[in-house]
Nanobody, 124 residues
Framework: QVQLVESGGGLVQAGGSLRLSCAAS????????MGWFRQAPGKEREFVAA????????NYADSVKGRFTISRDNAKNTVYLQMNSLKPEDTAVYYC?????????????????WGQGTQVTVSS
């Protein structure tokens, strides 16, 4: 079992920045691909970014490329999502997730564990 707890969400103006954190506990954090997803009201959960076990490989949704950066610190059992140049359309609940296979997958149903989510609201 892996427990995930997100933090760092909040209200920010368009063009601003936020850094989300996801703290993991339980089984070896470094054995999991970590992903960030988001879900806006009335929409399906969508992939945002993923990072490999070592942190050496990353994958991003086209909508966030060049603006968001995913990273991890295995010594701290934490994964981060740095979000810059935020837009109103980035408003959503952001979730981190853990996948036990070393593949940077983009579909939510492939991930084994989920956090409770943190709200990000970007005002125009």
């Amino acid at each position: 079992q892996v427990q995930l707890v997100e933090s760092g969400g909040g209200l920010v103006q368009a063009g601003g920045s936020l850094r989300l954190s996801c703290a993991a506990s339980g089984r070896a954090f470094s054995n999991y691909v970590m992903g960030w997803f988001r879900q806006a009201p009335g929409k399906e959960r969508e992939f945002v970014a993923a990072v490999s076990w070592s942190g050496g490989s990353t994958n991003y949704a086209d909508s966030v490329k060049g603006r968001f950066t995913i990273s991890r610190d295995n010594a701290k059992n934490t994964v981060y999502l740095q979000m810059n140049s935020l837009k109103p359309e980035d408003t959503a609940v952001y979730y981190c997730a853990a996948d036990s296979t070393n593949v940077l997958r983009t579909t939510p149903d492939k991930y084994d564990y989920w956090g409770q989510g943190t709200q990000v609201t970007v005002s125009s």
